[in-house]
């Protein structure tokens, strides 16, 4: 939820004792303040835990600011990612309880499908570019930092200057969070995957 930034040091409190409070009485670990790079009007705040969990946090500061607006502004989570049978870091389907026995390819599968690394590249029109990577890279770091990503890069195309594309690579987590931030500074953007997996080697 977006909280005004007079409101963000009272809910965190002198010495962090109101957020300490906040997770005593509700018994949630996560409760952060995220830092918008294009406003320093308002703070996200972040909360993770059970429903019973959140809905502790949220009346506790309803008590505190009756006014404020406690709509959940995330996200919805991104379409599942299709399976792609040309590559490994797509073999699996996110998001599926059945895991293949086996994939055909040599590269072995992660311990968890949450480990698994997947690649997400959307095109970004050339206009667009400046403030997602942002003066001195400080739009994106703090994609990385806010994401946990560390590879996000931006792709020339030989035959154009119109876009580049915005290669992503991560967990479906990470991905799904580079790309709500996008979203939120670029409305209009395309989000859709372009990535083309190379074709499969044959076997010398």
């Not at 004792?17 to 972040?46: A, N, V, W």
């Not at 293949?100 to 050339?126: A, H, N, R």
């Not at 987590?173 to 499969?200: H, K, M, S």
Request: charged share 25%.
């Amino acid at each position: 939820m977006e909280v005004p930034q007079y409101a963000v040091g009272r809910l965190i409190g002198k010495y962090w004792r109101h957020m300490k409070y906040m997770k005593r009485c509700s018994g949630i670990s996560k409760i952060d303040f995220l830092r918008l790079p294009d406003t320093q009007e308002f703070q996200i705040c972040h909360i993770e835990g059970t429903q019973e969990q959140v809905d502790k946090v949220l009346t506790v500061i309803h008590e505190r600011f009756p006014k404020l607006d406690l709509t959940n502004i995330s996200a919805p989570p991104l379409p599942t990612l299709p399976s792609s049978p040309g590559s490994c870091a797509l073999e699996v389907r996110i998001g599926s309880e059945d895991l293949p026995q086996s994939t055909g390819l040599s590269c072995p599968l992660p311990e968890s499908k949450e480990d698994l690394l997947i690649v997400w590249e959307i095109e970004v029109p050339q206009y667009a570019i400046p403030r997602l990577i942002g003066k001195h890279w400080r739009h994106m770091k703090y994609m990385k930092r806010c994401s946990g990503i560390s590879n996000i890069d931006f792709l020339r195309l030989p035959d154009t200057q119109e876009f580049q594309i915005c290669h992503i690579e991560g967990t479906q987590e990470q991905v799904e969070t580079v790309l709500t931030v996008i979203g939120r500074r670029f409305p209009e953007l395309d989000l859709a995957n372009v990535y083309a997996p190379p074709p499969l080697q044959p076997p010398q």
